[in-house]
């Protein structure tokens, strides 16, 4: 069981930012990105025994994040959208620097993305490596690259319009 635990530890700490974000992709909330992450995280615990080397940890643990987003998405019968309006973000006026407002910027056009857009998007900030994002995805790698390439433009309008507001 020890043996379990400290890889188990391993496999979180090495995984657990990057499926946050992936959550995050998918919610736009940072509660329902921590329980998602949290839930994610229960089910590689159940099944740890389960996972037979046949693909890379981080993969398999995409699968597990990517199914239990839907999941959760499914249920709530809502998208992830930009739910913050004027008023909100006004009462909470903080002293941000200019870079986390245009990351806040940023994943608020993230959120805009269809599902499949949301986590390819977010497995590429990640640096996760475009073999693993085709399997996690599953379309080929050349199609795949097309795919970012599409995202990638499409996230840059959005934000420009995001800008111009």
């Not at 995050?24 to 909330?29: A, C, E, R, S, V």
């Not at 913050?84 to 002293?95: C, G, R």
Request: net charge negative; hydrophobic share 35%.
């Amino acid at each position: 069981m020890a043996d379990k635990e400290q890889a188990f530890k391993e496999i979180f700490e090495a995984n657990s930012k990057k499926i946050y974000h992936l959550c995050f992709g998918y919610t736009g909330d940072s509660d329902a990105a921590n329980d998602l992450l949290q839930e994610t995280f229960l089910k590689v615990w159940q099944n740890l025994e389960k996972f037979r080397n046949q693909a890379m940890i981080s993969t398999w643990i995409y699968r597990i994040a990517v199914n239990t987003c839907l999941t959760y998405l499914k249920k709530e019968k809502r998208q992830a959208k930009d739910e913050l309006t004027p008023n909100i973000i006004e009462s909470h006026v903080e002293e941000v620097s200019e870079k986390q407002e245009q990351v806040k910027a940023l994943y608020q056009c993230i959120a805009k993305l269809e599902e499949t857009e949301r986590i390819i998007i977010t497995m590429v900030m990640d640096e996760i490596p475009y073999p693993e994002i085709a399997e996690v995805s599953g379309i080929s790698e050349g199609n795949l690259r097309v795919k970012i390439h599409r995202i990638k433009h499409k996230l840059t309008e959005l934000y420009n319009q995001h800008e111009r507001l």
